[in-house]
């Protein structure tokens, strides 16, 4: 009987802790942060505020006068020699492969600093000739103040913490926003195919 009854308690507490993990993880879907915020993107799309910003170019835009277009975002900081820098490659790359919508005005890039301070308009502008990103369809901005800069990482779901030696630590990924301006997809910030495809299929009738 004492077996039975520690086999029971045991098949109790272990069906308990599966509830537990099954809500904590979303139905086991979820084992990480940001698993679990992509998946909350897919499944409930998240509208992207008016913030205001400031083009590499200079000129002062609202986040929200980019609707109409599909949108592929990252968050950078021109100072970073590490994924920054990838991203630059990426979005190069991105540039070349969905050239014929975006010469249409159907899909934009965008690179947004989290770095205003240092990251002024020409220095966004050399960040995107570095990476040969030159010409229409990638736009390099900094948020116009604290308050655009924080309502953006929040609904990005972005993550920057000061390092103590000018740089940052921060999560990276390729996000996509729809014509109607909301945030509906979160891709690995390498995965230029997958971002590309994913536009593309979302355009085809």
Not at 3 to 25: D, N, P
Not at 165 to 193: E, K, M, Q, T
């Given at each position: 009987?004492?077996?039975?009854?520690?086999?029971?308690a045991?098949?109790?507490?272990l069906?308990?802790?599966?509830?537990?993990?099954?809500?904590?993880?979303?139905?086991?879907?979820?084992?990480?942060?940001?698993?679990?915020?992509?998946?909350a993107v897919?499944?409930h799309?998240?509208?992207?505020?008016?913030?205001?910003?400031?083009?590499?170019?200079?000129?002062?835009?609202?986040?929200?006068?980019l609707?109409?277009?599909w949108l592929i975002?990252?968050?950078?900081?021109?100072?970073c020699?590490?994924v920054?820098?990838?991203?630059?490659?990426?979005?190069?790359?991105?540039?070349?492969?969905?050239?014929v919508?975006i010469?249409?005005g159907?899909?934009?890039?965008?690179?947004?600093?989290f770095?205003?301070?240092?990251?002024d308009?020409?220095?966004?502008?050399?960040?995107q000739?570095?990476?040969?990103?030159?010409?229409?369809?990638w736009i390099?901005?900094?948020?116009a103040?604290?308050?655009?800069?924080?309502?953006?990482?929040?609904?990005?779901?972005?993550?920057?913490?000061?390092?103590?030696?000018?740089?940052?630590?921060?999560?990276?990924?390729?996000?996509?926003?729809d014509p109607?301006?909301?945030l509906v997809?979160?891709?690995?910030w390498?995965?230029?195919a997958?971002?590309?495809?994913?536009?593309?299929?979302?355009?085809?009738?």
């Amino acid at each position: 009987m004492a077996v039975l009854r520690t086999l029971l308690a045991s098949a109790v507490a272990l069906a308990a802790g599966g509830a537990v993990l099954a809500g904590a993880t979303d139905g086991f879907r979820a084992f990480t942060a940001e698993t679990a915020r992509r998946i909350a993107v897919r499944e409930h799309p998240r509208a992207v505020p008016p913030a205001a910003l400031q083009t590499a170019d200079g000129r002062r835009i609202g986040f929200d006068a980019l609707r109409g277009r599909w949108l592929i975002v990252d968050f950078i900081y021109t100072n970073c020699a590490t994924v920054c820098s990838a991203q630059g490659g990426v979005f190069a790359r991105l540039q070349r492969e969905l050239a014929v919508p975006i010469a249409a005005g159907h899909v934009a890039l965008m690179s947004i600093s989290f770095d205003p301070a240092r990251d002024d308009p020409a220095a966004l502008a050399a960040y995107q000739r570095l990476h040969g990103g030159e010409g229409s369809g990638w736009i390099a901005a900094r948020p116009a103040d604290a308050a655009a800069l924080a309502a953006l990482l929040r609904s990005f779901g972005v993550v920057a913490v000061p390092d103590g030696g000018g740089g940052f630590v921060h999560n990276a990924a390729l996000s996509v926003v729809d014509p109607d301006g909301r945030l509906v997809a979160i891709l690995d910030w390498d995965d230029a195919a997958g971002a590309a495809g994913y536009v593309a299929q979302q355009m085809t009738p």
